[in-house]
């Protein structure tokens, strides 16, 4: 299967609840990319689309709890990153919606690629040494 995105152990932040995560949006990445290349069904990819904003929105949300709970001095910046994302990919979505297209634009996988590998290794491992000093595993 080609992937967009290969996972590894660099990606790896230390963190039980996140590291399984972020894997798993990793792979709906790669189901995303696959798809696009292998067919038009457009029930498909809306179902996979879908299943990745749904699943990002409940990642963003358990780090954005526990940047609260550990008042994360980057907690601000943080959330502001996530937000940019959510509008860049509605952007996207409506993009799709209003031409009535089949295909997912590559720029959108582009994007993911880049996002979320930079967003990992960048900003999220920022956060590890907080976590890890309020007793998260
Ligand atoms: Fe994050």
Not at 9 to 14: A, H, I, Q, R, T
Not at 23 to 51: A, C, H, P, W
Not at 117 to 125: A, N, P
Request: glycine share 6%.
């Amino acid at each position: 299967m080609k992937e967009l995105i290969k996972w590894s152990d660099m990606y790896k932040l230390g963190l039980e609840e996140i590291d399984p995560q972020h894997q798993k949006l990793v792979g709906i990445i790669n189901r995303l990319y696959q798809v696009m290349q292998e067919s038009t069904e457009k029930d498909e990819l809306n179902t996979i689309f879908s299943e990745l904003t749904d699943y990002a929105e409940y990642h963003f949300s358990t780090e954005e709890r526990h940047f609260e709970e550990f008042n994360y001095i980057d907690k601000v910046e943080h959330t502001r990153s996530h937000e940019a994302y959510k509008e860049r990919i509605a952007h996207f979505a409506k993009e799709y919606e209003d031409k009535g297209s089949t295909i997912l634009p590559f720029q959108l996988l582009d994007y993911l690629g880049e996002w979320w590998t930079g967003h990992i290794l960048g900003e999220d491992r920022k956060y590890v040494e907080c976590f890890h000093e309020h007793g998260l595993k």
